[in-house]
């Protein structure tokens, strides 16, 4: 390539001049070629140089490695030989100490060889033992079935003997309670079946001075059942049940109505009725007040530790309804509505009992459900009247009782109702000198007094009709005045000299009440001193009457005045 040859050559044809053209094309063509492989040939030249550099620096390295080749052979070799010294020396310390190990291990051979010998015998023991257990264990499901079955005998035998003997114990039981019920109507019977109470009240801090508060009652300290009259000169007594003089507590009241109260826990239906005429003290023993409590509060807190104590054989429910009769008219005290009428029907249910739809009872199990519903009672009778004193001077407002129990054991189920009734007053009507709308008033408790007289009268008379729909008292109370009930008259009286001809009256029913009871042939007598021909008349026919009724209704009443009570 390096052989070019540059000639000048006089061109004249213009064939050369094409050659000479196409030459100088190819020419250009083979320079630049020449210029690449020049280049090329720079670089291969470059890259020899840098091979040959790297090859001298490889050599180098190599000769590095060689020398570090030698000495790590050098040092292999060292370790190699250390390490078969070590070798060595382990191999004999282990040759040794297997030899000992070796030793103790032929020693304990002995040993356990020794053992076994000594095992031997107690091995055969226990497989004899095993032997005898797995014989045992085979047997056991018959032994157990064995055993289960006679258990099983013994246990029914027993059951059966706890059984028969709860059966007596039950039979017992029964016997016992009915004894109990025939002793207590025994015991009412003894003591009458209308009980008479009379109460006197204080003469109060207004009173003290005045004319009013001479002495005209007085008491026999021997006997707490007779009270003296004095009366337009004339001194009478009266026998009662019980007379409680002004000092007389509301503890000690209650205390000799509380058996009665008690009797509606074992199934028995019970009036307790205060009677007398206005400001005599009849809500004062019924109610009470907030720090006295009166009959009503006491009887449920009564009732609430007596159906206690006997849980859990008996699950008493204690349900309370209070209502107020006025003229003739029934309302609804704890309702919604304590102005709305109610009616009293006769149970659809076929059960000939009596009841008042729409009434409402609330369920008590604290004394401060008590309160809460007897609050709710006074709020009602407030709201529906314009003078409250007036109105319940004038209305019966009676608070009702439902004690309703279930012995689980025996399946005994029992249900009492204790009515507490605080009566209208009973003044007569001439005396109060009524017209009009008070007239009615009047009339109207003059009309439920009367028939409370004329219905006791028929049921201790034993008449085939007995006129309890004569009132709505009497028809609302049927159920709890007829039968084994009982009924107790609680007659106030007030201590005035101005109030005597009232308390003559209430003490003569309270005292025809008691004798009809009794059948005595005389129910009050005259005082020795007594002038026999001025004292109060003894109506004698109106004792006959009654003096041959036989009832199991327990009563106590407050005594009525002749006027209202005239049949009796
Ligand atoms: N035993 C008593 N101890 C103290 N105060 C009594 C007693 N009895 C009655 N009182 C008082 O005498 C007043 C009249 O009593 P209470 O209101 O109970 O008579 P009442 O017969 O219910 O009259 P009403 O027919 O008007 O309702 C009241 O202030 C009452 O607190």
């Not at 382990?90 to 010998?117: C, T």
């Not at 049927?478 to 009256?505: H, R």
């Amino acid at each position: 390539l390096n052989l070019y040859v540059t000639q000048t050559v006089e061109v004249q044809s213009p064939e050369t001049q094409k050659t000479l053209a196409e030459m100088q094309t190819k020419n250009a063509a083979l320079q630049e070629q020449l210029a690449v492989q020049r280049q090329l040939l720079r670089e291969l030249e470059t890259q020899l140089h840098e091979s040959q550099r790297t090859c001298a620096q490889l050599r180098t390295q190599i000769l590095v490695y060689e020398g570090e080749m030698e000495r790590a052979q050098g040092q292999l070799e060292a370790e190699m030989q250390n390490l078969e010294e070590e070798k060595n020396r382990v191999i004999e310390e282990a040759f040794i100490r297997a030899e000992s190990e070796m030793k103790a291990v032929h020693e304990n051979l002995a040993g356990v060889r020794m053992n076994l010998l000594t095992l031997q015998p107690a091995l055969r023991t226990l497989t004899c033992d095993y032997n005898c257990l797995k014989r045992q264990v085979q047997d056991f499901p018959f032994m157990l079935d064995k055993a289960i079955a006679e258990a099983k005998q013994e246990i029914c035998q027993v059951i059966s003997e706890v059984s028969s003997a709860n059966q007596e114990l039950l039979r017992k039981y029964k016997r016992e309670m009915n004894l109990r019920k025939k002793c207590h109507n025994e015991l009412v019977r003894l003591k009458g079946n209308i009980r008479v109470f009379c109460r006197v009240r204080p003469v109060s801090q207004e009173e003290q001075d005045s004319a009013e508060a001479k002495n005209m009652l007085s008491f026999d300290s021997e006997d707490d059942a007779v009270l003296y009259l004095s009366n337009k000169g004339k001194i009478m007594t009266f026998e009662l049940d019980k007379v409680f003089p002004p000092q007389a507590t509301q503890e000690e009241v209650f205390q000799e109505v509380q058996a009665l109260v008690t009797s509606c826990i074992d199934g028995f239906n019970v009036c307790i009725f205060a009677y007398g005429q206005t400001g005599s003290g009849k809500t004062y023993t019924m109610e009470g007040v907030a720090e006295d409590p009166g009959i009503n509060q006491r009887a449920l807190r009564l009732l609430f530790s007596e159906v206690t104590e006997k849980a859990p054989d008996w699950d008493y429910k204690i349900t309370v309804s209070m209502v107020e009769i006025y003229n003739e008219t029934l309302r609804n005290l704890l309702g919604d509505n304590p102005s709305e009428k109610l009616d009293i029907k006769m149970n659809p249910d076929g059960s000939g009992q009596l009841y008042v739809p729409g009434l409402t009872e609330f369920t008590v199990q604290s004394p401060e459900d008590i309160n809460r519903v007897f609050d709710l009672g006074h709020m009602n009778r407030a709201t529906a009247c314009t003078n409250l004193n007036e109105h319940s001077s004038r209305s019966h407002a009676l608070l009702i009782i439902t004690v309703a129990g279930f012995n689980s054991a025996t399946g005994h189920r029992t249900q009492g109702k204790l009515n507490l009734v605080d009566l209208a007053g009973s003044e007569r009507i001439a005396k109060s000198g009524a017209e009009g709308s008070r007239l009615r008033e009047a009339q109207c408790i003059n009309k439920s007094l009367s028939a409370l007289g004329d219905v006791i009268n028929a049921l201790r008379s034993k008449h085939s009709h007995v006129p309890f729909r004569n009132s709505r008292l009497t028809y609302l109370l049927q159920d709890s005045l007829s039968g084994d009930s009982k009924t107790l008259m609680m007659v106030q009286v007030s201590p005035l000299a101005s109030n005597m001809s009232e308390s003559v009256c209430s003490l003569k029913f309270a005292q025809r009440v008691r004798t009809i009871e009794l059948g005595s042939s005389s129910s009050y007598r005259r005082h020795e001193n007594s002038s026999t021909s001025s004292s109060p008349t003894h109506d004698s026919v109106e004792v006959t009457q009654f003096t041959h009724t036989h009832t199991h209704t327990h009563t106590l009443i407050i005594p009525v005045e002749k006027a209202q009570m005239h049949r009796f």
